[in-house]
T-cell receptor, first 113, second 116 residues
Framework: GQSLEQPSEVTAVEGAIVQINCTYQ??????LSWYQQHDGGAPTFLSY????GLEETGRFSSFLSRSDSYGYLLLQELQMKDSASYFC??????????????FGAGTQVVVTP | DARVTQTPRHKVTEMGQEVTMRCQPI?????VFWYRQTMMQGLELLAY????????DSGMPKDRFSAEMPDATLATLKIQPSEPRDSAVYFC??????????????FGPGTRLTVL
């Protein structure tokens, strides 16, 4: 089976940096994804890590350590519009479940002025 | 601008009624997913299809839920009979998935279902 753990909520001020950690346990790991969801909206893809290391996309970066079963999403220069829920998701390695994702419970990021 | 569409966006119904939710995936995508999101359970995968064939529906209550993909442009999720505990937001997502490569999932806007 699979399980993912991430904090339920993080609060920070505009301009700050926030790191959202995600630890996972899975019988077959292929990669770690991050999705963003604003209130009332749909999840949208942010990043994907299959190999160890840091992936940077603008103000957002994602990191993976396969040996530690751990990853994080880094949000820099926080803006009010970054207030949203952030989900980590693990891709199942089983050959009959290509593309299947197991989502974490989500981290609510609250950005204050 | 290709996107996943879902209808209806909102549905209020009474317990025992049939509910049908529809999804049009992005043209060319080979995999379609149905998710349910609630505060308590988070985002749960109900079923998914690849090239219109059902791959896994183990997340779905079999006695009342059914998912089909009658053609490449339409996926449906039916609940019969509906119960108050089915109240949730139901998302459809599609992606072009291949083994050995990552393919992001594109989510539709969701159907917010309320069963009274």
């Amino acid at each position: 089976g699979q399980s993912l753990e991430q904090p339920s909520e993080v609060t920070a001020v505009e301009g700050a940096i926030v790191q959202i950690n995600c630890t996972y346990q899975t019988s077959g790991f292929y990669g770690l994804s991050w999705y963003q969801q604003h209130d009332g909206g749909a999840p949208t893809f942010l990043s994907y890590n299959a190999l160890d290391g840091l992936e940077e996309t603008g103000r957002f970066s994602s990191f993976l350590s396969r040996s530690d079963s751990y990853g994080y999403l880094l949000l820099q220069e926080l803006q009010m519009k970054d207030s949203a829920s952030y989900f980590c998701a693990v891709r199942d390695l089983s050959t009959d479940s290509w593309g299947k994702l197991q989502f974490g419970a989500g981290t609510q990021v609250v950005v204050t002025p | 601008d290709a996107r996943v569409t879902q209808t209806p966006r909102h549905k209020v119904t009474e317990m025992g009624q049939e509910v049908t939710m529809r999804c049009q995936p992005i043209l060319g995508h080979n995999t379609v997913f149905w998710y349910r999101q609630t505060m308590m359970q988070g985002l749960e995968l109900l079923a998914y299809f690849r090239n219109r064939a059902p791959l896994d529906d183990s997340g779905m209550p079999k006695d009342r839920f059914s998912a089909e993909m009658p053609d490449a442009t339409l996926a449906t999720l039916k609940i019969q009979p509906s119960e108050p505990r089915d109240s949730a937001v139901y998302f459809c997502a599609s992606g072009q998935v291949g083994q050995g490569s990552y393919n992001e999932q594109f989510f539709g806007p969701g159907t917010r279902l309320t069963v009274l």
